[in-house]
């Protein structure tokens, strides 16, 4: 891994089109930006780490699956059937 | 062909159906290859079953059932992926849901659907970048599953 130190302002290039700046520093906290093709696929390490355990419990219990799915096609919950409006509160 | 499921035992499909992932899914990323089965007819819900592991299954929704709101947006570079010429309307979209013990607990991953391009079959589980969407909503309303459960089940 290559370890190099940036001071606020300056900036690292990363192959062609790529650039990785230093916005700010406040004590632990550093604001990041980043210039890049849209083709480059940017999120933080944890939303990818989030979805591989949420597929892993999706995937965990398949008694608990099949069980489960059995209710769930018979449930019939009163009054408004959907979730949420898929907005996080 | 003929493939071993623990879900479903052993189940024939036919190869044509194999939906292909090129990158396989999070926490599976070596898996590539599965067949999407509907639980029965007019069923939102869906398997999603590897066709190499037979331990390896998903349970999977019709988005807008539980969620008529539901919007994403795929990037044209992430639609190559898919190879997809046409509209990106005509593409399938589901939920992966989580059946926790108590299954009016139900959450759906709408923060990353499987996306699905119908006439070549080739799949992914798309990362969306709207930050209102979790991998954990939940498919019921608490109010309806509190009035469900004063039913006594």
Do not use: W
């Not at chain 1, 892993?56 to 919950?77: C, I, N, V």
């Not at chain 2, 013990?101 to 709207?130: C, G, H, S, W």
């Amino acid at each position: 891994m290559l370890v190099l130190s940036r001071k606020i302002g300056e900036s690292i290039i990363v192959g062609d089109n790529i650039e990785i700046s230093i916005v700010d520093i406040q004590g632990d906290n550093i604001r990041i930006g980043i210039d890049a093709p849209k083709s480059i696929k940017i999120f933080r390490k944890e939303v990818y780490e989030d979805i591989q355990a949420e597929n892993k419990r999706a995937s965990g219990d398949l008694d608990q699956m099949k069980t489960g799915l059995q209710k769930l096609k018979e449930f019939k919950p009163m009054g408004n059937q959907r979730g949420g409006d898929g907005h996080v509160d | 062909m003929i493939i071993n499921t623990n879900v479903l035992g052993e189940i024939e499909i036919d190869s044509k159906d194999i939906v292909h992932f090129p990158k396989g899914i999070p926490a599976f990323e070596e898996y590539k290859q599965y067949v999407i089965i509907p639980l029965d007819e007019k069923s939102p819900f869906y398997y999603l079953q590897s066709v190499q592991k037979p331990d390896l299954c998903l349970i999977i929704a019709q988005p807008f059932v539980f969620f008529p709101d539901y919007e994403i947006e795929i990037a044209d570079d992430e639609l190559q992926i898919l190879d997809v010429n046409g509209e990106a309307a005509d593409l399938a979209i589901y939920l992966i849901l989580t059946i926790p013990e108590d299954f009016r607990l139900t959450t759906a991953n709408l923060l990353a659907p499987i996306v699905v391009n119908p006439k070549n079959r080739q799949a992914m589980q798309y990362v969306t970048v709207n930050v209102k969407y979790s991998t954990r909503h939940p498919i019921f309303r608490s109010e309806s599953m509190a009035a469900a459960a004063k039913e006594g089940d």
